[in-house]
Nanobody
């Protein structure tokens, strides 16, 4: 059964860093482009970043470009999001998704994991 389990969220001060992880199982992880999506309270989902199957190419939303780095380890079926220089606006539930297209990532909730909460506050 397809399963995506996010972890690594928590409370961090503005300017701090967090590393999110997503453990994948039940499908051929290495054959899928992957994405990170986030959703703040009272707001719709926002695409954050995507990465290709091999992990050699990643791209990012303008709001996180230069601060976040996405990576993957196909041998371990793991997806990562290194978040640096965090801002209060980054506060959201973060989901990994088994699609790479930004539009499909935010509209296909069935491709998401259960999410992990990130709170950026002083």
């Amino acid at each position: 059964q397809l399963q995506l389990v996010e972890s690594g969220g928590g409370l961090v001060q503005p300017g701090g860093s967090l590393r999110l992880s997503c453990a994948a199982s039940g499908f051929a992880f290495g054959d899928y482009d992957m994405s990170w999506v986030r959703q703040a309270p009272g707001k719709g989902p926002e695409w954050v970043s995507s990465i290709n199957t091999g992990g050699g190419s990643a791209f990012y939303a303008d709001s996180v470009k230069g601060r976040f780095v996405m990576s993957r380890d196909n041998a371990k079926n793991m997806l990562y999001l290194q978040m640096n220089s965090l801002k209060p606006e980054d506060t959201a539930v973060y989901y990994c998704a088994s699609v790479g297209d930004p539009i499909m990532a935010v509209t296909t909730r069935g491709s998401w994991g259960q999410g992990t909460q990130v709170t950026v506050s002083s």
